[in-house]
């Protein structure tokens, strides 16, 4: 199978992951990496043995020699760098969220049908034992009809920065867009979309909050801005339901797993309560008695991959990737599906500060770009522009 070439740009902490990931993926081959922080896109590429490195990204897309782009960077410069791949002839993997905004993610969508190329987003949780074993259980009608889903995500105290992990620049709305949302959420949201084989939203109602104490130093620091609770309720067609409480931190000792209810039975997925993990659980009532069940999931992922064809593609986004740039498996919905995440939590952007519930239309039509972009070969690795003409 051919080996796929990809030029990575952005190799701070999130391109690391990524690179150590390709690492283990024996159809890819990272040929050349970018970024603004000369010094450190040296080490790295000593590291992994990348044997061109560049500082301005236009001269990595230049290459003709590509057939990817994975974009690492913050949020509000995922858009600009991946419509320029795309019009650049690579096919591109983008870090979550897909973008800032709706409008500048459906813009990626738009770009990437435009140019004929294939646009993944990394939505890791698609890939998880449980999602799959979940996704069997629903298209086997073994929770009947799907009527409500609950996402929850919790983080006692774990705010990135002033909390001790990661960059300022998660904090940043000029940069990040938004918070827990953003950054956990929508690993939850995106999941539980999938599950629910993506239905339409009709409405939104959402609040945020930032109200637990932090370092007042690193607070300054960061500037933070974004929220660090996200709230919300989404009626889709059909009747289907969501609810969302997402936590980067919060006075609670857990807030159990996400789940999805239908009429014929339910699901609980991974979660922790009291700090102990709590597994994959299905529940029903088998002759008028209330059961509970766990599943090997061990031994089912085991013989899944000495059964199915090409497990190994749907072991991680990355994996999926690769095996969809080589023609083995077609690519998953991803794009589609982070899109359908960013509305949401677009949509609880925008019910919190109106303060009352609105349209899937609303949305899209007040949607704002919020697209940056690097500016090459700077002194100051935190400077950002706007440079959105050559874009229009």
């Known amino acids: 199978m051919k ?34 922080d000369e010094i450190e896109l040296k080490q790295v590429a000593e590291k992994f043995n ?44 983008c870090e979550k969220p897909i973008a800032g905004s709706y409008k500048d993610g459906k813009k990626m969508i738009d770009t990437a049908k435009e140019c004929g190329k294939q646009l993944h987003v990394q939505l890791s ?28 995500g919790f983080r006692r105290r774990g705010r990135p920065f002033v909390d001790g992990y990661g960059t300022k620049e998660f904090n940043q709305k000029e940069k990040a867009s938004g918070g827990a ?14 599950l ?24 300054m620091i960061s500037g ?17 339901t969501l609810d969302i409480i997402e936590s980067w931190a919060i006075h609670l000792n857990g807030l159990g797993g996400s ?13 922790q309560v009291n700090g102990i993990n709590t597994p994959l659980s299905y529940h ?52 589609e599906i982070a899109l359908q995440t960013m509305l949401i939590s677009e949509g609880i952007y925008l019910s919190d500060s109106l303060e009352r519930e609105v349209t899937a239309d609303e949305v899209i039509k007040m949607s704002k770009s919020t697209m940056l972009h690097p500016i090459p070969k700077t002194e100051n690795v935190s400077d950002y522009k706007i440079n959105q003409e050559q874009l229009s």
């Open 3 to 36: 080996k796929v070439r990809i030029g990575i740009i952005g190799v701070g902490m999130i391109g690391k992951v990524h690179l150590e990931n390709y690492e283990k993926i024996s159809g890819a081959e990272i040929v050349a990496a970018c970024d603004i």
């Open 50 to 93: 990348i044997p061109d490195t560049y500082s301005d990204y236009r001269e990595l897309l230049a290459r003709e020699d590509l057939d990817a782009v994975d974009v690492c960077l913050h949020n509000n410069l995922h858009a600009g760098i991946t419509i320029e791949a795309l019009r650049a002839g690579k096919h591109v993997y």
């Open 125 to 152: 949780f698609l890939y998880g034992i449980e999602t799959k074993a979940a996704k069997m259980l629903i298209d086997e009608g073994k929770l009947g009809r799907l009527y409500h889903a609950r996402s929850t």
């Open 181 to 194: 949302l953003f950054d956990m959420g929508v690993y939850r949201i995106s999941q539980l979309l999938y």
């Open 196 to 219: 629910m084989n993506m239905p339409s939203v009709k409405t939104i109602t959402g609040k945020t909050y930032q109200e637990m104490d932090m370092d007042e130093k690193r607070k």
């Open 224 to 240: 933070f801005d974004v929220e660090e609770l996200g709230l919300g309720f989404v009626r889709f067609d059909g009747g289907l």
């Open 259 to 271: 789940s999805l209810v239908g009429n014929k039975g339910g699901l609980s997925l991974h979660g």
């Open 284 to 335: 029903t009532t088998m002759s008028d008695m209330d059961m509970d069940a766990t599943f090997d999931l061990g031994a089912a992922n085991y013989r899944w991959h000495q059964l199915q064809e090409n497990p190994d593609a749907y072991d991680s986004s990355q994996d999926h990737w690769i095996a969809a740039l080589q023609g083995r498996v077609e690519l998953l919905p991803t794009a």
